[in-house]
């Protein structure tokens, strides 16, 4: 289950690095005015950055909710809560870069 697990929470990072790069390519594409382009790649990244501090912190706690849990308990939570904060981020970001009109 562990090794099913950490390979869960690869391909959701790998997912999550797609949608990232998708949104920071469509950004450049956007079609508004410089200032506001600008400010949404900022935001983005403050977003980017804000997002890895919550996930790991929330998924530390899931894991410290395993208690005294045998085996790879802990390791299990945590695994299994970062494949689901990444795919929900990576589809979040993904219907952000689709709703935006183009140049």
């Known amino acids: ?7 869960q929470a690869e391909n ?7 949608a990232e ?19 949404a790649k900022e935001r983005f990244a ?4 804000a997002f890895a501090k919550y996930r790991d912190r929330q998924c530390a706690l899931s894991a410290a909710l395993s ?5 790879n308990a802990r390791e299990i ?8 904060l990444n ?5 979040q970001l993904s219907k952000a870069a689709a709703d935006l009109p183009l140049k």
């Open 1 to 7: 289950m562990r090794d099913c697990l950490a390979t």
């Open 12 to 18: 959701s990072r790998i997912a999550l690095r797609r």
């Open 21 to 39: 790069e998708k949104l920071a390519n469509t950004l450049s594409k956007w079609d508004e005015d410089d200032q506001y382009v600008n400010q």
């Open 46 to 49: 403050s977003a980017n950055k």
């Open 67 to 71: 208690g005294g849990g045998a085996g």
């Open 77 to 84: 939570r945590r695994l299994a809560c970062i494949a689901e």
């Open 87 to 91: 795919n929900l981020r990576a589809g």
